[in-house]
């Protein structure tokens, strides 16, 4: 069965460096997503993506991060000067259309900011 | 601000009980509620998809849903010590008002069955 994918499954990063994190969707699919959890807090939205451009972002998804679909299968989620507070897990989501449509979450990637 | 509200748990139910998980949110536009089951440390699986009033079965699990009330529940029956992880309950608009479909998360309901 399809799968979304993530890489690195760790990422430990000192505070002020760019990291870049990698998704691969399901490869059919059109719309996706990236979604952060915090240690012991809830999965909060971060940006949704279509057609090449974000169709919509939280407030979380400020200046300092940015989105990118550079080859047609690659998703990736640009951090570009980590704090300690960006430390979470990070996840990438996709789906085919949007009515009734499950989103399926890739395994994650731990980011640990120091 | 556009809300999930779910009890932290822990519940905790023996082997075979039914275990009964509940979610309110807030936005009336919601059009698909989901439930996923997350273990420590890994991300969110899907459990069930519910879209309409009334109940849905899979297996043993069944996910009621209240428009009116907005309410939605999740109902596990034989629970297994494996069933034993935090359950997120997540709303979406999907195509309603704009909306991209992004998901609105609950905080989870931590569930220990005890053999």
């Known amino acids: 069965e399809p799968e979304v994918t993530q890489t690195p499954s760790h990422q430990v990063t000192q505070m002020g460096q760019e990291v870049i994190l990698r998704c691969v969707p399901i490869?059919?699919?059109?719309?996706f997503y990236w979604y952060r959890q915090i240690l012991g807090q809830k999965v909060e939205f971060l940006v949704s993506f279509y057609n090449n451009e974000i169709s919509e972002k939280s407030e979380i998804f400020d200046d300092q991060f940015s989105v990118e679909r550079p080859d047609g299968s690659n998703f990736t989620l640009k951090i570009r000067s980590t704090k300690l507070e960006d430390s979470a897990m990070y996840f990438c989501?996709?789906?085919?259309?949007?009515?009734?449509?499950?989103?399926?979450f890739g395994p994650g990637t731990r980011l640990l900011v120091l | 601000q556009k809300e999930v509200e779910q009890n932290s748990g822990p519940l905790s139910v023996p082997e075979g009980a039914i275990a009964s998980l509940n979610c309110t949110y807030s936005?009336?536009?919601?059009?698909?509620f989901f439930w996923y089951r997350q273990y420590s440390g890994k991300s969110p699986e899907l459990i069930m998809s519910i879209y309409s009033n009334g109940d849905k079965e899979d297996g043993r699990f069944t996910a009621q849903l209240n428009k009116a009330s907005q309410y939605v529940s999740l109902l596990i029956r034989d629970s297994q010590p494996s069933d034993s992880a935090t359950y997120l309950c997540a709303v979406n608009r999907a195509n309603y008002g704009g909306s991209q479909g992004n998901l609105i998360f609950g905080k989870g309901t931590k569930l220990s069955v005890k053999p």
């Open positions: 936005d009336r536009g919601s059009q698909s």
């Open positions: 989501a996709s789906i085919l259309r949007l009515a009734q449509e499950t989103q399926y």
């Open positions: 490869s059919n699919h059109l719309y």
